[in-house]
T-cell receptor, first 112, second 114 residues
Framework: GDSVTQTEGQVALSEEDFLTIHCNYS??????LFWYVQYPGEGPQFLFR?????EKGSSRGFEATYDKGTTSFHLRKASVQESDSAVYYCALGDGGADRLTFGKGTQLIIQP | EAAVTQSPRNKVAVTGGKVTLSCNQTNNHNNMYWYRQDTGHGLRLIHYSYGAGSTEKGDIPDGYKASRPSQENFSLILELATPSQTSVYFC?????????????FGPGTRLTVL
């Protein structure tokens, strides 16, 4: 079945550092790829999506490029801020069942 | 603005008891979903629905039932709660765009089974 593997556990950075959270997927067909963000005490919220090879999704300074060749959708941000501290989820969309499969999440901790 | 609400927000139940978690959405979305969130597992899909009267099994349906009596409401039912079902549960709604639509999540229900 479909699966998503992302950077496990925590990533700890200082403000203005460059962020990369890795996401690789395994799926039949041509799924849409998503990033969601979850702040403490809230439900996850949609960050952005990409639906075809080489498409870049972006929002709030975060970006990721759909790479069908390497089956990846890595999340990047050039300069993180303390307010970016949250849990980030990579997900893929199953077109047949109209549902999402999520990775296990990566907690981003930004130290001031 | 999209709105998904859940009730209760916190629940303590006893082993063997029945628990019902409720979800309401005002987005007029066809699809609704129930997830549980656990450390080390992320978000896992329990049940989902394509519209009133429909329910589908997700990846971890054992021990859970779902009910979709209307477009707006989707319930998760634990007939015989067990401590392993202690978790945070999220409801979400989404359009029926064949896996390309974003999902809107509620604020979550924290369930503790003693």
């Amino acid at each position: 079945g479909d699966s998503v593997t992302q950077t496990e556990g925590q990533v700890a950075l200082s403000e203005e550092d460059f962020l990369t959270i890795h996401c690789n997927y395994s799926a039949s067909g041509y799924p849409a790829l998503f990033w969601y963000v979850q702040y403490p005490g809230e439900g996850p919220q949609f960050l952005f999506r990409a639906s075809r090879d080489k498409e870049k999704g972006s929002s709030r300074g975060f970006e990721a490029t759909y790479d069908k060749g390497t089956t990846s959708f890595h999340l990047r941000k050039a300069s993180v801020q303390e307010s970016d501290s949250a849990v980030y989820y990579c997900a893929l969309g199953d077109g047949g069942a109209d549902r999402l499969t999520f990775g296990k999440g990566t907690q981003l901790i930004i130290q001031p | 603005e999209a709105a998904v609400t859940q009730s209760p927000r916190n629940k303590v139940a006893v082993t063997g008891g029945k628990v019902t978690l409720s979800c309401n959405q005002t987005n007029n979305h066809n699809n609704m979903y129930w997830y549980r969130q656990d450390t080390g597992h992320g978000l896992r899909l329990i049940h989902y629905s394509y519209g009133a009267g429909s329910t589908e099994k997700g990846d971890i349906p054992d021990g859970y039932k779902a009910s979709r009596p209307s477009q707006e409401n989707f319930s998760l039912i634990l007939e015989l709660a067990t401590p392993s079902q202690t978790s945070v549960y999220f409801c979400a709604s989404g359009e029926d765009w064949g896996g390309f639509d974003e999902q809107y999540f509620g604020p979550g229900t924290r369930l503790t089974v003693l």
